[in-house]
């Protein structure tokens, strides 16, 4: 069974970075697709960036020019360094994967078969 356990979430002021880190069992990202989507205190669920078996990634246009994806410095763990925060960056923050290239819609969460139980992250003003 594949599990992701994500870490780096916290508190931080406007303006501030942290940097989101999920590290995944069994998968590695040269194989597999993965990404990270959030979720905000009475919203759905969105996607954030992804990062495909190519090495490609995307991002939501509320987060371009402000998050990076990448692989970590192992093989089997993902990175998302946020940058420049704004308090709607608060929400509970998910790294997902799937053993295939990413879905064609990348955030489409039916794409990913596997999730982690989420890290918050809190930006205040």
């Known amino acids: 069974q594949v599990q992701l356990v994500e870490s780096g979430g916290g508190s931080v002021q406007a303006g501030g970075s942290l940097r989101l880190s999920c590290a995944a069992s069994?998968?590695?990202?040269?194989?597999?697709?993965m990404g990270w989507f959030r979720q905000a205190p009475g919203k759905e669920r969105e996607g954030v960036a992804v990062?495909?078996?190519?090495?490609?990634?995307t991002y939501a246009d509320s987060v371009k020019g402000r998050f990076t994806i990448s692989k970590g410095n192992a093989k089997n763990t993902l990175d998302l360094q946020m940058n420049s925060l704004k308090r709607e960056d608060t929400a509970m923050y998910y790294c997902?994967?799937?053993?295939?290239?990413?879905?064609?819609?990348?955030?489409?969460?039916?794409?990913?078969?596997?999730w982690g139980q989420g890290t918050q992250v809190t930006v205040s003003s």
């Open positions: 069994e998968l590695t990202y040269s194989r597999d697709c």
């Open positions: 990062i495909d078996r190519d090495g490609s990634t």
């Open positions: 997902a994967a799937d053993r295939s290239w990413c879905p064609a819609i990348k955030f489409d969460e039916k794409g990913y078969d596997y």
